[in-house]
């Protein structure tokens, strides 16, 4: 009798414990939900200049399950690259997939692929995006009414250093 007495209560702590670590892990692991809204600041038509050149760059408000933008890279007058732009809404959050272009609109990426960045987090004029293989961050800010800004980061030293990559004014 002693014996089952301390089995059990052995197994009635095992399962204790379990319990509390998965609602200790519950109460600390990031957030991936999140909506088109968070992006929303996006919408409109931007200007700025990257690589000695003009860049522009448009996005739609959300619509149903998406968004949709480009920007256009040139230099001399004439067009360097093309990046298409489609956010949509999955039941873990938004999920942006860009596609690049060379002149003559001849594909970077493989027909059927395209650069896949899944929701992290957001904040206020603010959204945090990681690439599927989780090498690169790209944040999406409004720094200011009329000013859009990208930031690219990577992994360095255990910490993500981002970059400014765009910067655009409307």
Do not use: C
């Not at 319990?19 to 957030?31: G, I, S």
């Not at 690439?131 to 944040?139: K, P, V």
Request: no cysteine.
């Amino acid at each position: 009798m002693r014996l089952r007495s301390l089995l059990f209560l052995n197994t009635a702590l095992s399962v204790l414990a379990v319990l509390t670590m998965e609602v200790a892990f519950a109460q600390t692991a990031p957030a991936r939900s999140g909506s088109l809204a968070d992006v929303a600041m996006l919408e409109g038509h931007w200007l700025g200049a990257f690589n000695g050149g003009p860049i522009e760059a448009s996005w739609t408000a959300p619509a149903g399950d998406n968004i949709i933008g480009y920007i256009r890279m040139m230099k001399d007058n004439k067009a360097t690259l093309y990046e298409l732009f489609v956010f949509e809404q999955t039941d873990t959050g938004p999920v942006a997939m860009v596609k690049h272009f060379k002149p003559g609109l001849i594909g970077v990426e493989e027909k059927d692929k395209a650069d896949r960045y899944r929701f992290i987090s957001a904040g206020q004029d603010r959204a945090l995006f990681e690439r599927e293989d989780g090498n690169i961050r790209i944040i999406y800010e409004r720094r200011k009414p009329n000013q859009l800004v990208i930031q690219r980061g990577e992994l360095k030293n255990g910490q993500w250093a981002f970059n400014d990559l765009f910067v655009f004014e409307k």
